[in-house]
């Protein structure tokens, strides 16, 4: 796929890239015979769920209740999950295991969303570009992204691999709330913005789209 293409020639060639967002969590497993704490570190997130590295191994189907911290100071959240899958680490120390989230209540939602799709940053131009990643469907909230930009907004899309119709409207309303943007730009579309692109005028709002897969 052409959103895996570039990561692969970019670390062949050295290129500046983008790689896994950093935070510190702690996994509290809930056992048969007790409670057991180990701190873990997030190698993947999303809305679903999260791939960790851990120390010890935990039971496939086993219930676990993970704190999840942010070093900006953003108060801490908790997500009941179930572990899916494990395996030995590949550096061959610890296991990494896959958990499926359990009931995410609004505040673990809100962050989780926050954390693993999108991130905003300011380019030495002067531009805002945000990252937007994974799949835009129902409960999926852009809107609360509006109030963080303002001036001119690059958006790269190379990361957004589904979006249904309820995702679609999602989206408009946030290039809609973009009261305080005044020039917006699209690059690095993926195939899965493109085709809802060509077939929904409201999605490319104002904007304008640079490059694309």
Same mark, same amino acid.
């Given at each position: ?7 692969? !020639?970019?670390?062949?060639? =050295?290129?500046?890239?983008? &790689? ?13 015979? +007790? ?25 496939? +189907? ?10 900006? =100071? ?10 899916? $899958? ?31 799709? $999108? ?22 909230? %852009?809107?609360? %992204? ?12 190379? #990361?957004?691999?589904? !979006?249904?119709?309820? =995702?679609?409207?999602? #989206? ?12 917006? &730009?699209?690059?690095?579309? &993926? ?6 692109? &060509? ?15």
């Amino acid at each position: 796929p052409g959103e895996e293409l570039f990561h692969k !020639i970019a670390h062949l060639l =050295g290129l500046p890239r983008r &790689s896994s967002r950093r935070m510190d969590v702690e996994l509290r497993a809930e056992m048969g015979t +007790g409670a057991a704490v180990q701190a873990g570190r997030v190698l993947d997130l999303s809305p679903d769920g999260a791939r960790l590295a851990l120390e010890r191994p935990l039971l496939i +189907g086993q219930e676990v209740r993970m704190r999840i911290t942010t070093p900006d =100071g953003t108060a801490p959240v908790v997500a009941r999950a179930k572990v899916v $899958w494990a395996k030995p680490a590949e550096a061959g120390v610890g296991i990494t295991v896959g958990v499926q989230f359990v009931g995410l209540g609004d505040p673990a939602r809100a962050l989780i969303e926050d954390l693993s799709m $999108w991130e905003v940053r300011d380019l030495p131009d002067g531009i805002q570009q945000v990252i937007l990643q994974g799949d835009f469907r129902e409960h999926t909230d %852009l809107v609360r %992204l509006a109030p963080k930009l303002a001036g001119r907004v690059e958006f790269d899309l190379s #990361w957004v691999r589904y !979006i249904n119709s309820s =995702g679609v409207r999602h #989206w408009v309303n946030l290039l809609r709330a973009l009261k305080n943007v005044t020039d917006v &730009s699209f690059v690095r579309c &993926s195939v899965a913005f493109v085709t809802q692109a &060509s077939m929904v005028p409201e999605v490319l709002g104002r904007g304008r789209i640079e490059s694309f897969h």
